[in-house]
C-alpha cells in the first residue's frame, strides 16, 4: 500500500511536470528538454560499463545541448551531425585503450541521437500547436494505463519473455486499442482537428509507445539494471519515463511533418 502511494504522488508530480513545457512552449519547452537530454546521459554513463571517460560523457552532453539549442533557435541540425559524431569519435581517438573502441565509439553516436536529437522531437512537434504537443502525451500515458490493467487482469500469452517478462499479448492488444479512445475523444473535444493524423498518432502511440519501452528494457538489461536511475520514487529516473515517450514524438513528427 505505502509502494502504491508513492507511486501515486510521483504520478502527480511527473504529470504537471511534463504538460506545462509541453502547453508553453517557447523557452519553457527547451529549458524543460535539456534537462530531459542531460538526465539521459548523466543516467547513461552511471549505468553502463564500456569504459566512458568522465569527459567523453561531459562532451557528449554538450554536443547533445548544442543540438537542442540549435533546433530551439530555428537552425535546423543536419549540418552539425557528421561535425558532431567527429568530434564524439576525436574523443576516443585521445584516450581509452584499444580495446571497446567500436563500442564505445557507437555508445557515444546512439546516445547522441537517443539524448539529444529524439528529445528535441518535443519542440518540433510543439511547433504544430499544443493540441498537437499534448495528444501525444495524454495518449502514451492512457496506453500505458490500459496496457499495465488489460495484461494485469486478462494476460496469458508473454510478449517479449526475455525483455520484459511482465508484459503480455493481451495488455499489448489493449494498449492500442485504447489509443483509439483517445482519437475518439479527442476528435469529438476539437472537431476542426479531425482527420487522418488524429487517427494515424494513436496508432503510433500504441505500437510505437510500447515498442520504445521494449527497447529501453532490453538497454537496461544488458547492464543488468531494474531502474535507470532514482530520480522518481517508485517510477524510477528520466530513462524509465520517457522510453515510449521519445519514440512517440519521434513518429509523430514524421506524421506531422507529411
Given at each position: 500500500?505505502?509502494?502504491?502511494?508513492?507511486?501515486?504522488?510521483?504520478?502527480?508530480?511527473?504529470?504537471?511536470?511534463?504538460?506545462?513545457?509541453?502547453?508553453?512552449?517557447?523557452?519553457?519547452?527547451?529549458?524543460?528538454?535539456?534537462?530531459?537530454?542531460?538526465?539521459?546521459?548523466?543516467?547513461f554513463?552511471?549505468?553502463?560499463?564500456?569504459?566512458?571517460?568522465?569527459?567523453?560523457?561531459?562532451?557528449?552532453?554538450?554536443?547533445?545541448?548544442?543540438?537542442?539549442?540549435?533546433?530551439?533557435?530555428?537552425?535546423?541540425?543536419?549540418l552539425?551531425?557528421?561535425?558532431?559524431?567527429?568530434?564524439?569519435?576525436?574523443?576516443?581517438?585521445?584516450?581509452?585503450?584499444?580495446?571497446?573502441?567500436?563500442?564505445?565509439?557507437?555508445?557515444?553516436?546512439?546516445?547522441?541521437?537517443?539524448?539529444?536529437?529524439?528529445?528535441?522531437?518535443?519542440?518540433?512537434?510543439?511547433?504544430?500547436?499544443?493540441?498537437?504537443?499534448?495528444?501525444?502525451?495524454?495518449?502514451?500515458?492512457?496506453?500505458?494505463?490500459?496496457?499495465?490493467?488489460?495484461?494485469?487482469l486478462?494476460?496469458?500469452?508473454?510478449?517479449?519473455?526475455?525483455?520484459?517478462?511482465?508484459?503480455?499479448?493481451?495488455?499489448?492488444?489493449?494498449?492500442?486499442?485504447?489509443?483509439?479512445?483517445?482519437?475518439?475523444?479527442?476528435?469529438?473535444?476539437?472537431?476542426?482537428?479531425g482527420?487522418?493524423?488524429?487517427?494515424?498518432?494513436?496508432?503510433?502511440?500504441?505500437?510505437?509507445?510500447?515498442?520504445?519501452?521494449?527497447?529501453?528494457?532490453?538497454v537496461k538489461?544488458?547492464?543488468?539494471?531494474?531502474?535507470s536511475?532514482?530520480?522518481?520514487?517508485?517510477h524510477?529516473?528520466?530513462?524509465?519515463?520517457?522510453?515510449?515517450?521519445?519514440?512517440?514524438?519521434?513518429?509523430?513528427?514524421?506524421?506531422?511533418?507529411?
Open positions: 500500500m505505502r509502494g502504491f502511494l508513492k507511486r501515486t504522488a510521483t504520478a502527480l508530480f511527473i504529470g504537471p511536470l511534463f504538460l506545462v513545457p509541453l502547453w508553453f512552449g517557447d523557452i519553457v519547452l527547451a529549458i524543460f528538454t535539456a534537462l530531459i537530454c542531460l538526465g539521459l546521459v548523466i543516467e554513463c552511471k549505468f553502463s560499463d564500456i569504459g566512458l571517460k568522465k569527459y567523453q560523457c561531459i562532451v557528449l552532453g554538450y554536443v547533445s545541448l548544442i543540438w537542442i539549442l540549435f533546433v530551439w533557435l530555428g537552425y535546423g541540425g543536419a552539425l551531425i557528421p561535425l558532431i559524431t567527429i568530434m564524439l569519435f576525436f574523443t576516443e581517438v585521445i584516450s581509452n585503450p584499444n580495446d571497446k573502441t567500436v563500442e564505445r565509439s557507437g555508445a557515444m553516436v546512439f546516445m547522441f541521437i537517443y539524448a539529444g536529437i529524439f528529445p528535441s522531437m518535443f519542440m518540433l512537434v510543439r511547433e504544430f500547436g499544443q493540441f498537437w504537443a499534448i495528444l501525444p502525451i495524454v495518449t502514451v500515458w492512457t496506453v500505458d494505463t490500459f496496457a499495465y490493467w488489460g495484461g494485469s486478462m494476460g496469458k500469452h508473454k510478449l517479449a519473455p526475455s525483455i520484459s517478462p511482465n508484459k503480455t499479448i493481451e495488455g499489448f492488444v489493449w494498449g492500442v486499442l485504447s489509443g483509439f479512445i483517445v482519437a475518439f475523444i479527442a476528435m469529438k473535444i476539437f472537431p476542426e482537428n482527420g487522418v493524423k488524429l487517427w494515424a498518432i494513436p496508432v503510433v502511440a500504441g505500437l510505437m509507445g510500447q515498442v520504445g519501452d521494449l527497447f529501453a528494457s532490453k538489461r544488458q547492464y543488468k539494471i531494474k531502474d536511475g532514482s530520480i522518481f520514487p517508485g524510477g529516473g528520466i530513462w524509465d519515463r520517457t522510453d515510449s515517450l521519445l519514440w512517440v514524438y519521434a513518429i509523430v513528427w514524421v506524421i506531422l511533418s507529411i
